[in-house]
């Protein structure tokens, strides 16, 4: 008699091990939108239509840099990135720019807004390699 309710125990937790471990998949990995994204916003002033997004993890969240070029570079405030969701402001001759968007893997789409209006950006991630 107490073989087999040690045995019966053993097949219970066997089947509550077994279905645990089928009930939780691995979690999925947070996105890092960390790198250099070369990105377009062909509707902005001219000088700013295209150039890099350059995007650095820090102890308390993100900085982004825009680089227009390899001399002219502006560093964001005000970064927010949560899930997705990327938002962080500039002054660009002294003009106060909101940029958000979204990551979908290797891909940003957002807005650009100031006082000439909302205008599409789009980025693309380069591969890490491609960067040395």
Do not use: C
Not at 69 to 89: G, P
């Amino acid at each position: 008699m107490n073989q087999r309710l040690i045995l019966r125990h053993f097949f219970l937790l066997f089947l509550i091990i077994v279905s645990t471990s089928f009930s939780y998949g691995s979690p999925n990995k947070k996105f890092n939108p960390a790198g250099t994204w070369e990105y377009t916003a062909p509707n902005v002033a001219e000088g700013y239509r295209s150039g890099k997004m350059i995007i650095t993890e820090k102890e308390e969240g993100y900085r982004v840099l825009i680089a227009l070029d390899e001399y002219n570079q502006l560093e964001a405030n005000h970064v927010e990135f949560e899930k997705n969701s990327l938002t962080f402001n500039l002054y660009v001759e002294g003009e106060f720019v909101t940029v958000t968007g979204e990551f979908n893997k290797d891909e940003f789409i957002g807005t650009v807004s100031y006082s000439e209006g909302v205008f599409d950006i789009t980025a693309i991630r380069k591969p890490q390699d491609s960067e040395n």
